[in-house]
């Protein structure tokens, strides 16, 4: 697909190639400059025709026009500049059907590079929409037009990959008809798309954070937690648990990155204050396609009063189970159906991880009535099983552990890697005949957790070597819900996709990648590489392919990969799982089956955007396995 040239673009004005370096494509849109305080470009968008912020427009077909340019917003009481699709934030809600040939043209009327990336679609490589391997962006003043047809129904989502523009507005959602019969009935259709907005630039939020990691963490330890730790524990314990915290350089409180300190949290771009309200008549079934569209907020989403009936998780189908409450990391969806039998009205309730802020919406059957808002949860402490330590006496329904071992805090000596070249020797180890037979299909790896030579180093402050499943883990801070409130959390074990395994082939090899990072100084990375050093990752066409993530962080990180499906190993190897977006635990391990059936280069990332420029790596899938 070529680029398409703005008539009112100078004639002559040549198009560049698209040769755009790993840095450029992370950062590239960032570094023109701040998006905040840009409204009086030459460039900037007629805002005095677009809809309100508060409608949220849809748009449907098999032709689409979209339009980024900047919106004046005002979500905290102080006027500032987002950047919108089409006039709204979020953009509209795009509703397509499988098996359509969709066409899309996409015009940048920023005064820097854009693009738009449709999360979760099988689609052709060079419509996926990621500069730098997919193509160079669109250019400001210019436009693109995406076509591919359409082969997967459920909900989705699209968003810039560009920059930080994502962060300021650039998203929105998808909503595919199935051409079959839906499997799922229903009586109303809401989409219920989460995110998180700061009045601040996002270049300042990631300037500060490589400053320091915690900058926005009000939750840290005070002189009073000593102190209640010491009457609770005893001097003894209190300070044996306090030195290893500190050996280690490590917080227990943190939870997240970036917190309602800067953030307002959004429900279909309404603040908290706002709400969203969807309306339903007593009786009927009501589908709720909820969406994490923030840039670095992963939400724990309940509805008091009403059970939730699990349908879809990443726009595919599952078999149904009924749970009060899920995590949903950043890029996941999961679809629910609930069924109010009275008039009364439910508050649609997301709290943010570390429970710093929420946003909130009502189901009602009159928009005069409103739901009580319900208190946050504690915060969430982390404990030693979330550094990947082998525990004996554990209670597993709690948050902590009586007795660990295994995890590895030894020296950063750098000594050793003097000359290495980091990317050959990473993959050498990756691709090495492994010490222990593969794990069947669908009940994940039995590989041995080895730790390579470019783990070890300043970039890396800690290594799991013990990590646990993070299948039965619904997550810190909702482990212990059931017992204390009655509320049944979802699991990654509950999912069973509603069809048949289509790939039953057993995995040739198996690729273990290591979430890294130091988060004191702020450095996210692969195996201990970040992805402007590291070599890209060959897959040969065809090829059936484990992948093992292990979480040698305190993080939870939403891993992303483009093209193709990540079949979750949940235990049932004739009904996996596919998802597009893995949420994993801290200290923990998942597994999931790939088959390399998209020619092309992809992007492979965590989701955190502001762990997205060093936990990424690139995916080549050709037919020799080398570039594509």
């Known amino acids: 697909m070529k680029y398409k040239i703005n008539p009112t673009i100078a004639a002559g004005n040549s198009l560049p190639q698209p040769s755009v370096s790993r840095r450029q494509f992370v950062m590239g849109a960032a570094s023109a400059g701040a998006l905040i305080g840009l409204s009086g470009s030459p460039l900037s968008w007629g805002a005095a025709n677009s809809p309100k912020l508060t409608e949220r427009q849809t ?24 950047t919108a699709v089409n006039g709204s934030v979020p953009g509209p809600i795009l509703r ?19 693009s738009i990336h449709w999360h979760g679609m099988i689609l ?93 963490n009000f939750n840290e330890r005070t002189a009073g937690d000593l102190w209640r730790d010491i ?65 670095m907020t992963i939400f724990d989403v309940r509805i008091p009063g009403l059970k939730m009936t699990v349908v879809a998780a990443d726009g595919q189908n599952v078999e149904p189970f009924t749970i009060d409450e899920f995590r949903i990391g950043v890029a996941e969806t999961y679809d629910v159906v609930v069924e109010p039998n009275d008039d009364s009205a439910y508050c649609v309730f997301a709290q943010s991880i570390d429970r710093s802020g929420f946003s909130r919406g009502t189901l009602s059957p009159n928009p005069a009535l409103s739901a009580p808002i319900p208190n946050m949860d504690p915060a969430p402490i982390l404990s030693h099983r979330d550094m990947g330590m082998a525990m004996a006496g554990m209670n597993h329904g709690g948050e902590g552990a009586s007795t660990m071992t295994g995890m ?3 020296g950063h000596d750098m000594s050793s890697m003097k000359g290495m070249d980091h990317s050959q020797h990473e993959m050498a180890d990756m691709n090495m ?85 130091n988060m004191h100084r702020y450095m996210w990375s692969v195996n201990g590489i ?21 979480n040698d962080s305190m993080m939870t990180h939403p891993i992303h990969l483009h093209g193709v499906w990540s079949e979750l190993e949940t235990g049932d190897p004739e009904y996996i799982p596919r998802k597009h977006t893995i949420l994993v635990q801290p200290g923990s391990k998942i597994s999931y089956l790939v088959t390399a059936d998209a020619m092309g280069r992809w992007a492979y990332h965590c989701h955190l955007l502001y ?11 050709s037919h020799k396995g080398g570039v594509a």
Do not use: C
């Open 124 to 216: 052709p490589a060079e419509m996926d929409g990621v500069p730098g391997m997919s193509y160079a962006g669109i250019k400001p003043g210019e436009y693109f037009d995406y076509a591919f047809k359409v082969q997967q129904s459920g909900t989705y989502w699209y968003h810039s990959h560009s920059g930080f523009q994502e962060q300021t507005g650039v998203y929105g959602a998808i909503v595919i008809e199935p051409k079959d019969p839906d499997p799922v009935s229903y009586d109303r259709d809401y989409v219920v798309q989460l995110s998180d907005w700061s009045d601040e630039a996002p270049e300042d939020i990631y300037a500060k954070l490589k400053k320091r990691g915690d900058y926005y």
């Open 59 to 82: 748009l449907s077909g098999k032709h689409f026009d979209l339009d980024i340019g900047y919106q004046p917003v005002n979500f905290t009481g102080k006027s500032r500049i987002a």
């Open 231 to 295: 009457k609770e524990k005893g001097l003894s314990q209190t300070w044996s648990e306090r030195s290893m915290w500190n050996q280690m350089r490590m917080s227990e409180r943190d939870i997240a990155d970036v917190t309602a300190y800067t953030y307002t949290y959004l429900m279909n771009g309404a603040t908290p204050e706002q709400g969203w309200t969807g309306l339903f008549k007593r009786g009927e079934k009501i589908r709720l396609r909820f969406i994490n569209s923030a840039a």
């Open 408 to 410: 590895d805090h030894s």
């Open 530 to 550: 970040p992805f402007a050093d590291a070599e890209p990752l060959a897959l040969s066409f065809g090829e059936r392919v484990r992948i093992t993530l292990v």
């Open 433 to 517: 005949p492994m010490a222990t037979p593969l794990g069947k299909a669908g009940f994940g790896s039995n590989k041995e957790i080895t730790h390579v030579k470019t783990e070890f180093g300043p970039q890396v402050d800690a290594r799991a070597n013990s990590p646990q499943n993070g299948l039965d883990d619904p997550g810190i801070g909702l482990r212990d819900h059931q017992q204390l409130y009655g509320r049944k959390v979802l699991r990654y074990s509950q999912l069973r996709n509603l069809y048949p395994t289509q790939d039953r082939r057993e995995p040739s090899r198996e690729i273990q990648l290591h979430l890294t990072g």
């Open 96 to 114: 397509w059907k499988e098996g359509d040939d969709i066409t899309l043209r996409v015009r940048n009327h920023l005064a820097h590079d854009s």
């Open 611 to 621: 762990h997205m420029p060093g936990m990424m790596r690139e995916v080549r899938i």
